[in-house]
């Protein structure tokens, strides 16, 4: 006798479909358990952990942050292999302007999170056009160079950077900030993702030609797409630099580059839920992994190429898989 | 002074030549940036370190073999990886990454750092050109650079696997109606890309140490010049490179050093700003890829 | 007093690396026509219409529009002057359902224009589209994942996505490849509506049969230059067309 694996979905999500959601409780839990678990859980955890560790859940909202950026370009086609590049520009500009101008965090994040975003998709705007390649081949290149430029000519402070720069009111208010925007980043985008726009960002990445023949300027739309994911990254770069009260090359560093890439696709590409999720995995990895030093990066490129190759969906498409259907087995009909 | 820096200028230019022309071989060949290409090219260092000094063979052999297992690495690394994940862009880059960074970290990490790791150089002696001396190694890089460039315009116009290799680089669908092997084709291009990289570092180490960091920026200059000549023409790596390397050897003889780093920058917004796809760029905008 | 041709296209050329994909290529158009476009496969057919609608840049001549010259534009602002095209291998968004694959084409700004610069209910417009073409509202075939469609709803998919658009110049590129005899039929009518609503149309077609019983005029080319050009009988008369269409079968 045959048998086939079959998947169904569960009782509770089809009962739970639309506006019959709201005939009773469990459904309705069933529904926004997952979406409440991130904002609950996040700040329960502020609450909870020590301080060393709070100190960690800021790691890891930050990258979460660039790792949901990530998943935003690459939903629309863009391979960025540098989120570094708007990590460390937002950082830079953040910085500039509370050294050399004496404006306050609360000015220089707001501004730096735009002109951050502005000047990274200019400067990426010519790569547009062409094949996906250069794209990734851009972004690699450019914070790597930039570091070396700044060495050079050692501006903006050169290898010693610029410290002593003016940190936010409270380490609560840092905690909250950053939480409050991983949170607004994450619904926002799958918000975004979710509309009809979305729907052409993705439709883009499928089959541009396609869209192009919509009369719609593929062009612009990708050129928003950049812009709202440099500027998310930009931001979270500008807190960090208030963070740390700091800011010099290693905003450029791999890592920042890396880690976020290596977290959507451990997460779980596509969901931006994912990209969350494999952020808290591996932070706080990387953090008990801390002593192996160097040893950390090989499993970084490890895991991805494992991942990348038997396990493209990431473990969060896995796990709503499984929340959302059960598995049995089943005969095979004559 | 000049005859020097024309000179050195020249051995600059086709060191980054040839290190860029096995990753644009790949990608022009197969449409497969591999993003491991500095790893290789370290990785080829290290073995023949390895070889000649623990292993004690004597220094050509070690050289070859190095060469030989590079070749294979890359070989296995299409095999097993990147064909798993072939036409899928995005994979594809960070597959190759991901791998190329395990190699370099993993260097680091066995503790292949210091001034011992240094390969020898094949005659050590100099030579006069006029006023200027230049050692035998340089001379013999730019003996090898011109050697495999030629070497690779021979081969891909000139031998059947070559033309197939083009074939396949023009149009895939109907080069493999041809019965031309495109998994065949794609995994000898880049264990070719990867004996480049080999035969390249092989030629180029002996000038200084080999460190890990060197790994990611034979990767960054090679990206480097096939984003200014234009991915995929060989004629457009060659030309970027003599621009780039003149220009950072005048830059390094009349400005300071520490400006050389910002002429491939400037070079790479300059292009971006101007033609994008590089001086030489066969990509046509999206447009025409139908 | 014949009216100024919608569209004009004057020594059309496109050279691809050695070959002479269109050579020269000129003819008219006038509000209205149904124009056909045959010939062998290789022809340059579908690279015409590329060069029209932008896709690929002519390497010389020139594609004037309602007296504007064209030549060169990009496909998203062909577009918005009003001249839609279908593609012959047609590849829609598969995860998505059918009405869903239209709703890019009505996020266009021509859309949005035509509508006195709002949108409008995207969804309902997507349905109303498809039932146009013959997707049975009460099967509830439009909701189904474009993946499981069978080619005649894909192609119907196809021409919804270029009517939504409401072009006046809409091209379709060889609509009926791939159809039984019965699909044909009964996509046939809904290009006559669209003619009698005033659309004017190029059709791309190897079944000249069923080409032949709509077009005004028809245009045959081989080896990327006009042969023929004139009423569907003349044209088949012609000894250079039976010559470049060797094998064709007698009607």
């Known amino acids: 006798m045959k048998k086939r694996k079959e998947r169904i979905d569960r009782g509770i999500k089809v009962r739970s479909a639309d506006i019959f959601a709201l005939c009773s409780w469990r459904e309705m839990l069933y529904l926004s358990s997952p979406r409440l678990l991130p904002i609950v859980g996040l700040f329960l955890l502020s609450f909870l952990l020590s301080l060393y560790w709070q100190k960690v859940l800021l790691s890891v909202s930050v990258f979460a942050l660039l790792a949901i950026s990530w998943d935003l370009l690459a939903q629309s086609g863009m391979v960025s292999l540098g989120q570094a590049l708007f990590f460390g520009m937002g950082a830079y500009l953040a910085g500039i302007m509370n050294h050399y101008w004496g404006w306050s965090p609360f000015l220089t994040i707001p501004v730096a999170t735009l002109f951050g975003g502005l000047f990274c998709t200019v400067l990426l705007l010519p790569v547009l056009r062409l094949r996906g390649i250069y794209f990734a081949m851009v972004t690699l290149i450019l914070p790597i160079m930039l570091v070396r430029v700044i060495e050079a000519t050692k501006i903006f402070g050169g290898t010693e950077g610029i410290s002593g720069l003016s940190p936010l009111p409270s380490r609560w208010l840092e905690l909250y900030i950053i939480i409050f925007a991983l949170l607004a980043a994450l619904f926002g985008f799958r918000r975004l993702m979710g509309s009809d726009f979305g729907l052409v960002l993705k439709g883009i990445n499928d089959n541009d030609r396609s869209v192009m023949n919509a009369g719609i300027n593929i062009y612009w739309f990708k050129a928003q797409a950049l812009f709202i994911a440099s500027s998310v990254g930009a931001f979270a770069g500008a807190f960090m630099t208030h963070v740390y009260m700091f800011v010099g090359m290693p905003v450029f560093a791999l890592d920042y580059s890396i880690l976020p890439i290596a977290a959507a696709i451990v997460g779980g590409a596509g969901t931006f839920a994912g990209a969350m999720f494999g952020a808290f995995i591996l932070v706080p990895l990387s953090e008990i992994l801390r002593g192996l030093g160097g040893l950390r990066i090989v499993f970084y490129g490890l895991f991805l190429v494992v991942f990348i190759v038997a396990l493209p969906e990431g473990i969060f498409h896995y796990i709503q898989r499984k929340y959302h259907q059960f598995e049995r087995w089943v005969e095979v009909e004559k | ?290 | 007093m014949s009216p100024s041709p919608l569209l004009k296209v004057n020594n059309l050329s496109k050279y691809f690396g050695g070959v002479q994909a269109v050579n020269s290529v000129s003819f008219e158009l006038v509000e209205g026509e149904l124009l056909g476009f045959i010939g062998p496969n290789g022809s340059g057919k579908t690279t015409i219409v590329n060069l029209i609608t932008g896709f690929v840049k002519p390497t010389g001549g020139e594609v004037i529009y309602r007296g504007q010259d064209i030549t060169g534009w990009p496909p998203y602002k062909v577009v918005r002057l009003g001249i839609a095209r279908t593609f012959q291998m047609v590849r829609p968004f598969y995860q998505l359902p059918a009405f869903k694959n239209m709703i890019i084409p009505l996020y266009s700004p021509r859309v949005k224009r035509m509508a006195g610069g709002k949108y409008g209910d995207r969804d309902a417009m997507a349905l109303d589209l498809l039932e146009e073409v013959g997707f049975e509202r009460d099967s509830f075939v439009a909701y189904k994942i474009a993946s499981v469609l069978p080619q005649g709803y894909l192609k119907r998919l196809e021409l919804a996505k270029g009517i939504s658009l409401q072009p006046d110049l809409l091209i379709l590129d060889e609509l009926f490849s791939g159809l039984s005899l019965a699909e044909v039929a009964s996509i046939v009518p809904i290009i006559e509506k669209l003619r009698h609503g005033g659309m004017t149309i190029i059709m791309i077609e190897h079944r000249l049969k069923e080409l032949f019983r709509i077009a005004d005029r028809v245009i045959v080319l081989n080896f990327g230059g006009v042969i023929a050009d004139g009423l569907p009988r003349e044209v088949m008369d012609s000894e250079e067309v039976k010559k470049a269409y060797l094998g064709i079968e007698e009607d």
């Open chain 2, 1 to 290: 002074m000049l005859l020097g820096t024309l000179i050195y200028g020249f051995v600059n230019s086709v060191i980054l030549a040839l290190v860029a022309l096995g990753f644009n071989l790949t990608f022009g060949i197969s449409g497969v940036a591999n993003f491991a290409y500095g790893a290789l090219y370290i990785l080829a260092g290290f073995l023949s370190w390895v070889l000649f000094n623990s292993v004690d063979l004597p220094y050509a052999f070690a050289a070859l073999f190095s060469v030989l297992l590079t070749a294979i690495a890359g070989a296995l690394m299409y095999r097993f990886v990147l064909l798993r994940i072939r036409g899928m862009v995005l994979s594809e880059v960070i597959a190759t990454f991901g791998i190329g960074l395990s190699i370099l970290e993993l260097f680091k990490y066995l503790g292949f750092i210091g001034f011992e790791y240094t390969l020898p150089v094949f005659i050590d002696s100099s030579i006069d050109i006029g006023q200027v001396v230049i050692d035998m190694q340089r001379v013999f890089i730019v003996t090898i650079g011109i050697a495999m460039a030629g070497f690779l315009w021979l081969f891909t116009h000139h031998t059947k696997t070559g033309l197939r290799f083009r074939g396949i680089a023009q149009d895939e669908r109907t080069a493999l109606s041809l019965g031309i092997n495109s998994d065949w084709v794609a995994t000898l291009s880049v264990s070719f890309g990867a004996a480049y990289a080999a035969i390249a570092a092989i030629v180029i180490l002996p000038l200084g140490t080999i460190t890990v960091d060197h790994g990611y920026e034979v990767l960054i200059n090679a990206l480097a010049v096939c984003i200014v000549g234009g991915l995929g023409s060989t004629g457009g790596v060659v030309i970027a490179s003599f621009l780039l390397g003149y220009a950072q050897t005048f830059t390094a003889t009349y400005l300071e050093s520490h400006w050389v780093m910002v002429v491939p920058l400037v070079a790479i917004l300059a292009i971006l700003a101007i033609k994008p796809s590089g001086l030489y760029g066969e990509q046509k905008e999206l447009e025409e890829r139908i």
